[in-house]
C-alpha cells in the first residue's frame, strides 16, 4: 500500500478488524518510509461494475461518486456519516448482485428508495436533481407525496432492508 505522505510503496499492517458496518476491513499501517501511520478500508468486490448512463456512454461504477451524490443531499441534515456509509455499501451490494452493467436510474431508485427511509428533506433535495425539477410546483408534488405517506418506523426499517 503506497504511503498518502511520501508516496513510499510499502507499509505495514500495526492493526486490523472489521469496520463497524461489518463490511469492510479497516487496517492500520505505518510507512516503512518516513514512519507515518494511517488507515485504510478493505471491501469485498463481488464483481467490477459498469454504469450505462442516459446519453449511451459507459463507465466503471465509482463508490465515491455514490457517496458524494448522497452526501450532497444530506448537507446540512443531522445524519450521522455512518448512515450514509452505510447506505453507500446497501446500494453497491445490491448493485453488483444484480449483474454486470447497470443503469443510472436504477442507482437513482435505489438513492431514492434509501433517503425517503433516512429523512424526507435529503430525499426531496436528490428527487429535485434526479427528476430534474424545473418549476416551484414539482417540489410542492414531491413535498406532498412525502407528506401523505406514511413515516418510516424508528429503528430499524426499510434503510435495513436496502442494507
Given amino acids: ?6 508516496a513510499h510503496e510499502d507499509s505495514q499492517v500495526k492493526d486490523s478488524r472489521p469496520s463497524e458496518d461489518g463490511a469492510s476491513i479497516r487496517r492500520r499501517r505505518e510507512c516503512a518510509g518516513c514512519g507515518a501511520r494511517f ?8 464483481r ?3 454504469v450505462l448512463k442516459k446519453d449511451g456512454k459507459r463507465e466503471p461504477f465509482d463508490r ?6 448522497i452526501g450532497h443531499a444530506c448537507r446540512k441534515r443531522s445524519i450521522d456519516s455512518a448512515k450514509i456509509e452505510q447506505m453507500a ?4 451490494r445490491r448493485l453488483e448482485t444484480s449483474g454486470d452493467e447497470v443503469t443510472t436510474d436504477m442507482i437513482g431508485q435505489l438513492v431514492m428508495f434509501g433517503l425517503k427511509s433516512l429523512d424526507p428533506v435529503a430525499y426531496i433535495r436528490f428527487a429535485s436533481v434526479y427528476k430534474d425539477f424545473t418549476e416551484a ?3 410542492a408534488d414531491i413535498a406532498e407525496a412525502v407528506e401523505g ?3 418510516p418506523p424508528e429503528g430499524p426499517g ?5 442494507i
Fill in 158 to 162: 426499510l434503510l435495513d432492508k436496502l
Fill in 48 to 50: 467490477d461494475l459498469t
Fill in 149 to 151: 405517506a406514511p413515516r
Fill in 89 to 92: 455499501s446497501g446500494i453497491q
Fill in 137 to 139: 410546483g414539482d417540489f
Fill in 1 to 6: 500500500m503506497r504511503c498518502p505522505f511520501c
Fill in 64 to 69: 465515491a461518486k455514490l457517496e458524494r451524490a
Fill in 39 to 46: 488507515t485504510t478500508f478493505e471491501r469485498v468486490q463481488l
